[in-house]
């Protein structure tokens, strides 16, 4: 599986949504799913399929699709 | 009261706050903490009596941040003062600090009370003011309220008890931002005509923009009619000065992040 | 009843005890018509949000008022609702005490309270925010049923069990996020019945809440230098699990309890009163936070200062049981 594959899955598994859904829109609180719990849901989803630990301030600006993928190259995932 | 002087010293304050709540690195009440900012610069700039170089003085006017977790209001102006050194201001939030995410009752640092829970700090408001009474002192008694922290019923009870004390020496303070932790006070507990619930339980109530320095200080020394205590609803802003911030419920209790901390602090610049 | 698996477990974990809660009350709302859930608004802080989203009809936020939230739950329990309040465990359990004594004990209405934050999770909040004396406080009160949930699933599994028990009961919830497993998959859970973990032969440690995970990495270490320990889930400190008391007072030199609350008035106090009525029994080492108010700092900070960690338990129970 590609980095953008694994980055995909996590979101499609973590609010039950389609691949069509995942897109610039795509952000925190813009569907049900996608609230404080979901976020840290997400975030777990992250941590445990690249093997990271996120820092909080990262955690915090993880606002949306786009931004996760320009988040992520710091820990050296390039998507 | 010099307008410019008390304005500089909210303007220095509301720096400090971002400073503080940033380098502590761990979220902070900044919403509520902004939005007292004015009321306490001109409190501590100019209308308390005090001495900073005697925080027991028995006849210091004494105030009480009963909002407890307005603390980043409350510490920046004992720090704009001289109350508050800047090295004891810094260990904001680090362990066993003695400054915490509510005020821990210690003279020596100006602070009066213990708060933190919620309603408490109009009844020892009340207590004060009896005692300054019976000992013949003139010192007067400010209480500082949150507009939620008005759900209390313990509030009323001691609202009730100054009228029927006549306590014309003591000051209540709401900031009446229009939010508490879950949302718009509104939509939690609406409570109507709030300032008419005041003057029905006999309190001098005054209605002011909570951010208008000659607005609040004319409320703060404006004549007690009829040996009554005295209300000021201060209107105010949640998370005034930071325009991200204001009446954003989100910044009730939220962390700074780097980013957002040099994006707010453009905005004071 | 909920179904715990273990992905559900690893994941209540991470989002900790008070997400989990919120968690709970939503499986709760999907099969409970009856479900009626209150806060002080401390809603969004009690990890409800996803529940108050779905189920708007079955949530009432009373405001900053307790004393009002809990003769509310009392009208609508005595109605025929099954009634879950919640807010920071000293402004439940202590503003509205006599609201509690007087609703839950004295009439025994159907209340579950729910006590979020307890011990000392609020760190930096302070004193006025830690839970240290509620389970005192609770137990006190005739007719009232009280669980310091051991970890996440613990939660859900009190949570459900709440809910299917008639009569008034106090939840306390300790830990924060990335909450310790203890439970790593679904097991038998039952208000009142202490919980054996682990089998020891020379002494047993009583523990509940955040203390459980603790008590095990505690034994652990008495393994090493040779001291063979029980732990035992004490998760309903009222009523207490005799037996498991007989047990340990028969089989171990010394009784440790171990507590993320006062050292007067808890889990301890509660087994030194049951103990206390025989003769020739093994002393009791009572661990907890001091009679005191605390200095205030970050949640593993506080932990670590006052004694409730692995290591520390373990060198205190060295300590007792080499004098």
């Known amino acids: 599986m590609t980095n953008k594959e694994k980055y995909n899955k996590v979101f499609i598994e973590t609010f039950s949504i389609d691949e069509s859904a995942l897109n610039d829109d795509l952000s925190y609180n ?27 301030d990262d955690i915090i600006d993880f606002s949306s699709y786009n931004k996760g993928i320009e988040l992520l190259t710091k820990y050296g995932i390039e998507l | 009261m010099d307008k410019q002087s008390i304005e500089n010293i909210s303007k220095i304050m509301r720096r400090r706050i971002l400073d503080i709540s940033y380098s502590c690195n761990i979220s902070t009440h900044l919403g509520g903490g902004l939005s007292i900012v004015d009321i306490l610069a001109l409190l501590y700039g100019d209308v308390l009596k005090f001495d900073p170089e005697n925080p027991f003085w028995d006849d210091r006017d004494r105030f009480i941040l009963s909002k407890g977790h307005g603390v980043l209001g409350f510490y920046s102006a004992l720090l704009s003062v001289g109350i508050l050194s800047k090295e004891k201001f810094n260990t904001f939030q680090t362990n066993e600090s003695d400054l915490i995410a509510h005020p821990v009752m210690n003279l020596s640092l100006g602070i009066e009370s213990s708060n933190g829970s919620l309603g408490h700090g109009l009844s020892m408001g009340v207590g004060l003011a009896i005692a300054a009474k019976k000992k013949n002192r003139d010192n007067k008694v400010y209480v500082l309220l949150g507009d ?45 005509a709030f300032d008419e619930r005041w003057k029905s339980f006999g309190w001098d109530t005054y209605s002011v923009d909570g951010h208008n320095i000659e607005d609040l200080y004319n409320a703060f020394i404006a004549k007690n009619s009829d040996s009554r205590p005295k209300v000021i609803i201060a209107n105010t802003v949640k998370g005034k000065g930071i325009t991200f911030m204001e009446n954003n419920n989100d910044w009730h209790h939220n962390r700074l992040t780097k980013s957002l901390y040099e994006k707010a602090l453009q905005e004071l610049t | ?87 920071f465990a000293p402004f439940i359990s202590m503003r509205a005490s006599e609201q509690i004594r007087m609703n839950m004990g004295y009439m025994s209405l159907n209340v579950k309270a729910v006590a979020i934050g307890s011990g000392v999770s609020m760190a930096f909040l302070g004193n006025s925010h830690f839970g240290l004396e509620d389970a005192a406080i609770m137990r006190s009160i005739p007719n009232m049923t009280v669980v310091t949930p051991a970890d996440c699933a613990e939660i859900v599994k009190t949570v459900s069990a709440a809910a299917e028990y008639e009569g008034p009961m106090y939840i306390r919830l300790t830990g924060v996020m990335n909450n310790p497993i203890v439970y790593r998959s679904d097991y038998e859970f039952s208000i009142g019945k202490a919980i ?35 732990v035992v889930n004490m998760h309903t400190i009222k009523p207490i699990d005799n037996q498991a008391i007989d047990q340990a007072m028969t089989t171990s030199k010394i009784i440790v309890s171990v507590e993320e609350h006062s050292v007067v008035g808890g889990l301890g106090s509660a087994i030194a009163e049951y103990k206390t009525r025989f003769r020739n029994t093994p002393a009791h080492l009572i661990i907890g936070l001091p009679d005191e108010f605390l200095k205030t700092g970050e949640y593993k900070y506080l932990l670590e200062k006052y004694g409730l960690v692995a290591e520390k338990i373990a060198q205190k129970i060295i300590e007792n049981y080499e004098s």
């Open chain 1, 30 to 56: 813009t569907i049900p799913s996608w609230d404080s719990v979901g976020h840290m849901t997400l975030i777990a989803g992250f941590e445990d399929i690249f093997g990271i630990n996120m820092e909080t």
């Open chain 2, 148 to 192: 939620g922290e008005c759900n209390e019923g313990s509030v009323w009870e001691a609202v009730m008890s100054a009228s029927h004390f006549k306590l014309d020496n003591l000051i209540a303070i709401v900031d009446y931002n229009r939010f508490q932790s879950d949302g718009e006070c509104r939509t939690i507990l609406d409570t109507g």
């Open chain 3, 1 to 87: 009843m909920i179904e715990i698996t273990e992905s559900d477990i690893k994941q209540w974990s991470r989002l900790g005890s008070r997400a989990t809660f919120g968690q709970a009350i939503l499986l709760l709302a999907k099969y409970r018509n009856d479900l009626m859930v209150l806060s002080a608004d401390l809603g969004k802080s009690s990890g409800l949000d996803r529940f108050i989203n779905s189920y708007p009809e079955k949530f009432l936020n009373i405001g900053i008022a307790e004393q009002n939230m809990i003769g509310v739950a009392a009208g609508l329990a005595k109605e025929g609702y099954v009634v879950f309040v919640s807010s």
């Open chain 3, 196 to 230: 054996k973990l682990l089998t020891g032969t020379d002494i047993t440690i009583f523990a509940n809440g955040t203390m459980v995970y603790e008590s095990l990495e505690a034994a652990k270490i008495l393994e090493s230098k040779g001291i063979s320990a029980s």
